[in-house]
Antibody
Framework: QVQLVESGGGVVQPGGSLRLSCAAS????????MHWVRQAPGKGLEWVAF????????QYAESVKGQFTVTRDNSKNTLYLQMNSLRPEDTAVYYC?????????????WGQGTLVTVSS | QTVVTQEPSFSVSPGGTVTLTCGLS?????????PSWYQQTPGQAPRTLIY???TRSSGVPDRFSGSILGNKAALTITGAQAEDESDYYC??????????FGGGTKVTVL
């Protein structure tokens, strides 16, 4: 069965950096586009980043462009999100999500999320 | 900046029907936006309900259906049950590898 397990969250000071990981299993990771989605405490979902199956196309929400970088290692079945210059408003649960594929432009499986808290 | 709109909240009686909508601050939602819907209960990860407008995800009960109603995407729950009390989010594909979520609708079943 498909499993997505995020890790790397924690408490970081404003201006700091953090790298999140998402370990994937149960499907051919190298064949699917992947996403990061976040949810601030008590708020709604916000799409953050997209990476194509081969890593050759990446897109970001305006709110994180130039600050976050999404990458993947298909040999390790792992998705990453490098977050720099963190601000309190980046505090959120970060979910990785598998793209449905087949041109559906949607998400099918989600991880349980990892909490990032930006605070001094 | 494109804003995806959803009703903040809805209340439905057990066994009743409720239709949630997903619109755009400017323009109409069509199938070209590949609308999809997600259900989330507090403390849990989202669950995929509907994708490409009206395709139910595996294991989703058929009381959930998706459509385009007028100029919006819609999620209808027919015969609501207590376990349907959740937050519901739509997301639209804007093209160019960009997605935008709506603000979510909190559905209460009582």
């Amino acid at each position: 069965q498909v499993q997505l397990v995020e890790s790397g969250g924690g408490v970081v000071q404003p201006g700091g950096s953090l790298r999140l990981s998402c370990a994937a299993s149960g499907f051919t990771f190298s064949s699917y586009n992947m996403h990061w989605v976040r949810q601030a405490p008590g708020k709604g979902l916000e799409w953050v980043a997209f990476i194509q199956y081969d890593g050759n196309n990446k897109q970001y929400a305006e709110s994180v462009k130039g600050q976050f970088t999404v990458t993947r290692d298909n040999s390790k079945n792992t998705l990453y999100l490098q977050m720099n210059s963190l601000r309190p408003e980046d505090t959120a649960v970060y979910y990785c999500a598998k793209d449905q594929g087949g041109g559906s432009c949607s998400f099918d499986y989600w991880g349980q999320g990892t909490l990032v808290t930006v605070s001094s | 900046q494109t804003v995806v709109t959803q009703e903040p909240s809805f209340s439905v009686s057990p066994g009743g029907t409720v239709t949630l909508t997903c619109g755009l601050s400017s323009g109409s939602v069509s199938t070209s936006y590949y609308p999809s819907w997600y259900q989330q209960t507090p403390g849990q990860a989202p669950r995929t309900l509907i994708y490409t407008t009206n395709t139910r995800s595996s294991g989703v009960p058929d009381r959930f259906s998706g459509s385009i109603l007028g100029n919006k995407a819609a999620l209808t729950i027919t015969g609501a049950q207590a376990e349907d009390e959740s937050d519901y989010y739509c997301v639209l594909y804007m093209g160019g590898g960009i997605w935008v979520f709506g603000g979510g609708t909190k559905v209460t079943v009582l």
